[in-house]
T-cell receptor, first 112, second 113 residues
Framework: KAGVTQTPRYLIKTRGQQVTLSCSPI?????VSWYQQTPGQGLQFLFE???????NKGNFPGRFSGRQFSNSRSEMNVSTLELGDSALYLC???????????FGPGTRLLVL | GDSVTQMEGPVTLSEEAFLTINCTYT??????LFWYVQYPGEGLQLLLK?????DKGSNKGFEATYRKETTSFHLEKGSVQVSDSAVYFC????????????FGAGTRLFVKA
């Protein structure tokens, strides 16, 4: 099976812009979670989607949003970018039964 | 709330040395526990997991035992290799609906030849 894929791998934006990141889960996986990784805050949970519904949400401002499509692919959107949004954004997928999450390689976002 | 605390790094060892990375957690009930590894420039890979008390997870020579009484999940390896150099994350997944993995801060391991 192909692993979790994320696009794009690298992105440079300026403050105030918005960005959309994409994640394709492992075939058959219906749960997709998003995490933000920064040197200062470490790995922080953003949100989880299951069957197109947001099931869990972390403590991030409303500028961070996401959605999941019927094919389980997920997108994450960040509006009005701030310098502090520079991070590695990781997506993980899991099947309904297993607890193990499989991570993609991440999208590295740099906000200038 | 739920949290994970792991020893600060970096940890520097010589090849074939014994490795221990301490991890303790705070959680309601009995969460699943994980160790993930992140190599430079890559995403996270699951190293091992344990889903109930006294379970031992193992993979690639690494081991960790779910200790409910001490709320710990320490990672050990008897003989490290240069290729083990990476960042190691201890994590828990609460027993609630859905996934919300909570990670420790990560411990960077350097192994010298």
């Amino acid at each position: 099976k192909a692993g979790v894929t994320q696009t794009p791998r690298y992105l440079i934006k300026t403050r105030g812009q918005q960005v959309t990141l994409s994640c394709s889960p492992i075939s058959g996986h219906r749960s997709v979670s998003w995490y933000q990784q920064t040197p200062g805050q470490g790995l922080q949970f953003l949100f989880e989607y299951f069957s197109e519904t947001q099931r869990n949400k972390g403590n991030f401002p409303g500028r961070f949003s996401g959605r999941q499509f019927s094919n389980s692919r997920s997108e994450m959107n960040v509006s009005t970018l701030e310098l502090g949004d520079s991070a590695l954004y990781l997506c993980a997928s899991s099947s309904q039964v297993q607890e193990t999450q499989y991570f993609g390689p991440g999208t590295r976002l740099l906000v200038l | 709330g739920d949290s994970v605390t792991q020893m600060e790094g970096p940890v520097t060892l010589s090849e074939e040395a014994f490795l221990t990375i301490n991890c303790t957690y705070t959680a309601t009930g009995y969460p699943s526990l994980f160790w993930y590894v992140q190599y430079p420039g890559e995403g996270l890979q699951l190293l091992l997991k344990a889903t109930k008390a006294d379970d031992k997870g193992s993979n690639k020579g690494f081991e960790a035992t779910y200790r409910k009484e001490t709320t710990s999940f320490h990672l050990e390896k008897g003989s490290v290799q240069v290729s083990d150099s990476a960042v190691y994350f201890c994590a828990l997944s609460p027993l609630t609906g859905g996934f919300k993995t909570i990670f420790g801060a990560g411990t960077r391991l350097f192994v010298k030849a």
